[in-house]
């Protein structure tokens, strides 16, 4: 799949660099002054980046966050409005919640935003909303789309192995994803978009195709990886909506991640808890046939048929070196319990976690799930 092509359909240059430099993107902000924004651990890629692009002509400067890990809330976004404010472009060095705030900031100062991805750790490069925290709740809003990707796969795949597996995490999700958009299509008669849906699926099996070679560290690997996780920003923004990349798994890590902030501890990152979430979801769908009858059971067996297995994902986790289990990430037994029976409230979504709640079927199935994924 020709991810530059792709791009150049949503007006998004997704440019690899060329010995290091983004010909493309210096041509594109010339005579703009573009601000690039980075926080304490990702500074170290952008002073070089800026030495390279005033060297190119390009007028730039740095901005860097003091913290190691910032949380994408209203207080950090009016943070990098203020410093984003006298400059045309800002350009986030970094991967998820650098990414989140520049695009968020640039919807609202009317700015072009991009980003210099450090790590392929997430699917909402391309994206047009943002997860933001507001009054301890995640909430998703409007943001400004990317104009510019720029990747360095040297960079890319050294990128720590738990973050690479973050990123596998939220591509195995897909699977659940589509699989909840049509069964929600199936029984609730939820509109449902095929050319979104076809493209996720092909890159997510793209994707899953090169995990031999994204475990053995090899360049192509984190290729195939990267160009999934653009595309799923694209599905979203072919389908109006993030149904395409989002479904029971995303819900469960947004309840485990409200509960984080609500303890004050720090937040895993998001495709690790997405991808506990997506094995829970595959055991929801595999195990349904020996689940009490209602209606339309059998048709979302139908949809369940060729997804891979919980046991699959998390064997793919181990290998990249994340948790496979709720308990290592930090968080209670009892709070994973209620997660299973409250998460499919925080969106209006019907996904499998919903379907086991409305038809009664989840108070017989929470402890076989806290046995199996606590």
Known sequence: MDISALSARFHVNAERAVNGAFPVFEGRVKGKRVLLVSDAVTRRFAEPLLASFQTSGVHAAFFSLPEEEPVADEETVARVMAAGEEYDYLLAVGSGTLNDLCKRAG????????????APSMDGYTSGVTPLIEKGFKITRDAQTASDVLMDFS?????????????????????CCLTDWRISRDLKGEKYNEEAASLMYNAVRASNDSLPALFAGKEEGVEKLMEALLISGYAMVIAGSSRPASGAEHHMSHFLEMDFLR??????LHGIKVGLGT???LYLYHTLGSRADFKGKDVVLKEAEGLPSSGFVLETLGKLGCPTRFSELGVSRETVRTMFFEAYKIRDRFTILALYNEEGLMKDTAEELLEKFY
């Open 107 to 118: 919807f609202l100062l009317h700015k072009e935003s991009g980003v210099y991805a450090t």
């Open 155 to 175: 960079v890319l795949k050294e990128a720590p192995s738990v973050m690479i597996g973050a990123g596998v995490g939220d591509i195995l999700a897909k699977y």
């Open 263 to 268: 303890r004050g501890e720090r937040i895993p």
């Open 279 to 281: 094995a829970v979801s």
